[in-house]
Nanobody, 118 residues
């Protein structure tokens, strides 16, 4: 089993910044990619950003391009999401996702709340 622990959420004003972290632990595994998703009240969970572990190739939702940056620490099995220029519409619970190489088993964190005040 793989455990994902997120941290770094909070309350920030419009234009502010936050950095989310997600640390993976558990049984021995090889990571295919890790990603961040978010879910606002009354809305479906949506993709935010993804990073492939071996190549560090990244992809982003159009709504966050140029403002958010995803990065990883291979040694610590940790993924980060640097969020700059935050807007009220970024308010959501942010979830970390890990996909295991080979089996493509997907694991989710418990979520961390990000609230952006106007």
């Amino acid at each position: 089993q793989v455990q994902l622990v997120e941290s770094g959420g909070g309350l920030v004003q419009t234009g502010g910044s936050l950095r989310l972290s997600c640390a993976a632990s558990g049984r021995t595994f090889s990571v295919s990619h890790m990603a961040w998703f978010r879910q606002a009240p009354g809305k479906e969970r949506e993709f935010v950003a993804r990073i492939f572990w071996s190549t560090a190739r990244t992809s982003y939702a159009d709504s966050v391009k140029g403002r958010f940056t995803i990065s990883r620490d291979n040694n610590e099995n940790t993924v980060y999401l640097q969020m700059n220029g935050l807007r009220p519409e970024d308010t959501a619970v942010y979830y970390c996702n890990l996909v295991v190489s080979g089996s493509y088993t997907s694991y989710w964190g418990q979520g961390t709340q990000v609230t952006v005040s106007s």
